[in-house]
């Protein structure tokens, strides 16, 4: 009888473990329950306001004919929440698929810090995963900032009663891409930087306990852009001019690739010609082709290869900062600039924000893309935004494809994707 009884234990653990007993971070691609966005109300520039983009990407969400999702709005105290709530009222949009979420917090980019679903197949159950923060690098682990983010993941399990997976690895959600079936993308520059004292194997083998995955291909870097901020400038849009980063991520995949299914990865690119132009784009095409080189021979976590798909990367923007504004009172206060230049304290300076076409949301029925131009632009900014638009509607045939007007929330350096994180579909018991 007891040998009947085990054999029976082994048939239904291996049943289990057939039917997705395995715990994983879907794609974003697969279905979703909710989408969680972090909005914060910033004018990093006069005349951008984060307020209005955030309010199309919630409008499009939770529009029936569009998104008809259950978003959860994120903002740091209850003031926030009634303007908010006051900007919703006024564009009409219903809030019955709306909860707010009040927790403190400084930075708009809730994928980053936010909570990070994993869910297991087989018994239907959601876990949050609880990484490390220490403000994409910039700050040390004990600093406040750190500390005041790194805890929100930790709130959000506590407030869905989840159970959550701690982690000592210091890690943000745009820099891991996952085909939901056991392959992740990661960038070396960024992951490193975060973690200098570990090595690639304890970093790999952290990343499979949490996430689920078996296979993890590593791409050197991402793009000039979104390189640190803080201690280097760009060339400026004239001669002898130079221009600042408003933000960035510090090597985030998402600004320049994504799955866009468990098969099919979207890579930015930079032409020959676009290279020939200036030291950006060259420097640019000599990443990205060398992304290109790696995934093009790499494999899935069954062994199978990719199809890589290109789209452009967008013009270089150039806006002028006068010393009113927050993000020179920001890049003031922070920047280090280890290449010798000295800031010009007190004088306009030239800012580009972190723009991507690449930092777009799948939802279920909608993909909300990003896009740049406004009158007075050149027309190849209005060209590379319906280039990329095309791109993205012929890989996405079953959703609408929502183009947005996003730089208000580049200019924190960060975009669509950094400031939402979708919540995976389980299925509820009656």
């Known amino acids: ?17 057939a039917h997705g007993g395995q715990w994983r971070f879907p794609g974003e691609f697969e279905k979703q329950d909710a989408v969680w966005v972090g909005w914060l109300s910033k004018t990093y520039l006069k005349g951008y306001p984060t307020d209005e983009v955030m309010l199309d990407i919630v409008k499009n969400l939770v529009d029936p004919d569009l998104g008809d999702m259950n978003v959860e709005i994120c903002v740091p105290d209850p003031l926030s929440w009634d303007h908010v709530k006051e900007i919703l009222k006024n564009a009409k949009v219903a809030t019955n698929r709306i909860s707010p979420i009040i927790i403190p917090f400084t930075v708009p980019y809730w994928r980053d810090f936010g909570p990070i679903f994993i869910k297991n197949d087989g018994t239907q159950e959601m876990k949050i995963v609880d990484f490390s923060f220490n403000m994409w690098g910039y700050y040390p682990l004990s600093d406040l900032q750190s500390r005041y983010h790194e805890k929100i993941d930790r709130k959000v399990a506590a407030l869905m009663n989840l159970p959550s997976l701690m982690s000592r690895v210091v890690s943000e959600g745009g820099d891991r891409l996952l085909n939901g079936q056991g392959t992740m993308i990661a960038v070396e520059a960024c992951e490193f ?3 200098p004292n570990m090595s690639r194997e304890a970093l790999e083998a952290e990343y499979k306990r949490l996430l689920g995955v078996n296979k993890i291909i590593w791409l050197p870097r991402g793009t000039v852009e979104d390189d640190r901020f803080d201690t280097s400038v760009l060339p400026g849009p004239g001669p002898n001019e130079v221009a600042y980063r408003s933000g960035s991520a510090n090597n985030h995949g998402d600004e320049f690739c994504r799955f866009i299914d468990a098969r099919t990865i979207l890579l930015a690119e930079v032409s020959k010609e676009e290279a020939a132009k200036n030291s950006i784009a060259a420097e640019n095409r000599h990443r990205m082709e060398t992304n290109f080189k790696i995934l093009n021979t790499a494999t899935d976590q069954n062994g199978d290869r990719f199809e890589i798909v290109r789209i452009p990367m967008p013009e270089i923007l150039y806006f002028k900062a006068d010393p009113t504004d927050e993000v020179y009172l920001f890049l003031l206060s922070a920047a280090k600039y280890t290449d010798g230049t000295c800031f010009p304290i007190g004088e306009p300076i030239w800012v580009v924000p972190a723009t991507s076409y690449c930092n777009f949301l799948i939802s279920n029925n909608v ?14 900014v209005r060209a590379k935004d319906q280039a990329a638009l095309t791109i993205l509607e012929k890989q996405f045939p079953l959703r609408r494809v929502i183009p947005i007007k996003t730089t208000g929330l580049n200019f924190g350096g960060g975009g669509i994707h950094c400031a939402t994180q979708q919540q995976p579909s389980i299925k509820r018991k009656n």
């Open 193 to 195: 930087q975060r973690n």
């Open 1 to 17: 009888m007891k040998k009947l009884l085990w054999i029976l234990w082994v048939f239904f653990y291996c049943i289990a473990q």
């Open 367 to 380: 993909v909300l893309a990003q896009q740049y131009y406004e009158q007075g632009m050149p027309p190849s």
